[in-house]
Nanobody, 123 residues
């Protein structure tokens, strides 16, 4: 059974940094891992989508230049380093993964999701 577990959320002041972690277990081969977020009253937004083989990452315009993903050597752990945080980054952050034969920016392929970790940025 595939399991996705996020950690590292918390509260920080604007301009601060946080690092989120996502660990996937139960998969023989994860092709894509991604971070999404959902703020209260808003739809889910894709933040960063990463190919575990190449490391290529698509970033949303709203986080480009401020957020960076990286992988552990085992390729089943994805980090999201968030810097220069803004109050509008406040949301529940979710990690997701899939191994389908589609590009990593195909959101519909993400079938394995974690429970989310809360990030709150105060002004």
């Amino acid at each position: 059974q595939v399991r996705v577990v996020e950690s590292g959320g918390g509260s920080v002041q604007a301009g601060g940094s946080l690092r989120l972690s996502c660990e996937v277990s139960g998969y023989t081969s994860t092709k894509c891992m991604a971070w999404f977020r959902q703020a209260p009253g808003k739809g889910r937004e894709r933040v960063a989508l990463t190919s575990t083989s190449s490391g290529f990452t698509f970033y949303a315009d709203s986080v480009k230049g401020r957020f960076t993903t990286s992988q552990a050597n085992a390729k089943d752990t994805l980090y999201l380093q968030m810097s220069a945080l803004k109050p509008e980054d406040t949301a529940m952050y979710y990690c997701a993964a899939h191994s389908a034969s589609v590009t990593c920016d195909f959101v519909g392929a993400y079938i394995h999701w974690g429970q989310g970790t809360q990030v709150t940025v105060s002004s």
